[in-house]
């Protein structure tokens, strides 16, 4: 048996190695489309921003000629206006002159500063001004944001919605992202019904894969669903065979621990290699994970999960989670958030393994204001008890060697991703 950590780098050499047989595919989709993928090259900008100097406010455009804003009583002529996609076409202004001028419309090159409408006073074409107004004021330059050329998303990096309204506005329609992964993935278990199907004695609802589905969607990947496989060795060879065939990783779900039935790992030895057998972690000891030898798509990944609802989940969000992104921006692992937080309540186990215990993170204000998280264990951490999983939003990590907890100390959370923390 393997240490988790020990797990993570074997589980990073494996996607490495992998990655390194596989070519370097991008593929242009809109922007729209682009959310939440990898970009394969850097986007560089090809308009300055602003591209013409704007005004930052609704005023009046003066040309003042005088840098030290020293303009409070002076009386300018106004001469016309210039508006958002309209701008003043009139002559250039001379000194002590303006245009009446609104947000995000281009300054005049004759003006020098813009004086908000609040601090004039108009009444006909005699606009006074009723303060000092820094030379300059109120006016977005010309490339001060942006000049043609730079680099605006560099390559490797996620494009994420805060990131649209810059690409957007270069008017860049496609952007070139890593493709999805294909992860194909079934299931194991002669008991295993899908919903609406009789259960018979001793029969249950299959919900690994329900699971899996439900974890994987939030990423930029292809799911291929296998469905439930007999358990004999010939229906899981065959169906690995043929989702190695159509994905770039498998993801099987029950059948690696030690009982007669399961076939899982020997399989997977038959037609390819399991690298690692048995992790240090719980739940989740049964896992292993290697490669299958594709007959057409060369090799394909494979990731196995144990049978257990809860260690199936477990596995998949702390060790396969974090290696699947690895794959999706072929730079870094990205585990989940880990963040450092208060036990409410004693907790004690039996040491050996690192557990990863369901609990309930929730944020809290100290009496100095100081924002600090606190997390609570949820009651029993059997390896099927989905009810404690649906209450949580986090694992608690206890130390392989750690056998007691006191409460008030210090632990280390990890996040599920799709928790706001409130
Ligand atoms: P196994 O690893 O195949 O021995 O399964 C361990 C336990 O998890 C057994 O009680 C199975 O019935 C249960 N189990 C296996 N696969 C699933 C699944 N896909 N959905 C729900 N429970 C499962
Ligand atoms: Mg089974």
């Not at 990655?19 to 989709?29: I, K, Y």
């Not at 930052?56 to 001469?79: N, P, T």
């Amino acid at each position: 048996m393997i240490s988790f950590a020990q797990a993570q780098d074997n589980l990073h050499r494996l996607c490495q190695t992998w990655l390194a047989e596989q070519s370097d595919m991008s593929e242009p989709l809109a922007l729209s489309e682009s959310l939440d993928r990898y970009i394969t090259e850097d986007v560089i900008a090809t308009l300055e921003l602003p591209r013409s100097d704007l005004s930052a406010m609704d005023g009046y455009a003066v040309c003042s000629q005088d840098q030290y804003g020293a303009i409070a009583s002076q009386v300018f002529s106004l001469k016309g206006e210039s508006r958002a996609g309209e701008p003043y076409k009139g002559d250039p202004l001379a000194p002590g002159e303006c245009v009446r001028i609104f947000t995000g419309a281009v300054v005049p090159a004759s003006a020098d500063t813009v004086v908000i409408q609040e601090n004039v006073e108009c009444e006909n074409k005699s606009v006074r001004m009723l303060h000092d107004t820094s030379f300059g004021a109120n006016i977005r330059c010309r490339g001060e944001e942006i000049t043609a050329g730079a680099v605006i998303a560099a390559a490797g990096q996620l494009i994420t919605p805060n990131m649209v309204p810059l690409l957007a506005s270069q008017g860049i329609a496609k952007v070139k992202v890593r493709p999805k992964l294909r992860v194909a993935f079934f299931a194991t278990g002669d008991e295993l019904k899908a919903s609406g199907d009789t259960l018979g004695e001793g029969d249950i609802y299959e919900s690994n894969m329900a699971s899996i589905a439900a974890v994987l969607r939030y990423y930029p990947i292809e799911l291929i669903n296998l469905g439930v496989v007999e358990d004999t060795p010939e229906a899981i060879k065959a169906c690995l065979a043929t989702a190695s065939d159509t994905a770039d990783l498998v993801i099987s779900s029950g059948g690696v621990s030690v009982g007669d039935y399961d076939y899982v790992r020997q399989c997977v030895d038959a037609i390819g290699a399991v690298s690692d057998y048995k992790v240090a972690m719980k739940p989740g000891k049964p896992v292993c994970f290697g490669h299958i030898d594709g007959m057409e798509n060369g090799k394909a990944l494979f990731f196995g999960l144990p049978g257990n609802a809860v260690s199936s989940f477990v596995v998949l969000t702390e060790l396969y989670l974090p290696a699947m992104k690895f794959l999706l921006n072929r730079e870094r692992v990205i585990p989940n958030t880990q963040l450092a937080a208060i036990l409410e309540t004693d907790l004690s186990r039996r040491g050996g393994r690192l557990e990863f215990q369901r609990g309930v993170l929730s944020k809290y204000e100290d009496t100095a204001g100081r924002h600090t998280f606190r997390v609570s264990a949820i009651g029993s951490q059997d390896s099927h008890r989905v009810l404690g999983l649906a209450r949580a939003n986090c694992t608690i990590k206890i130390a392989a060697d750690v056998e007691h907890i006191s409460a008030g100390s210090e632990v280390t959370v990890s996040v599920f991703p799709w928790t706001d923390l409130q």
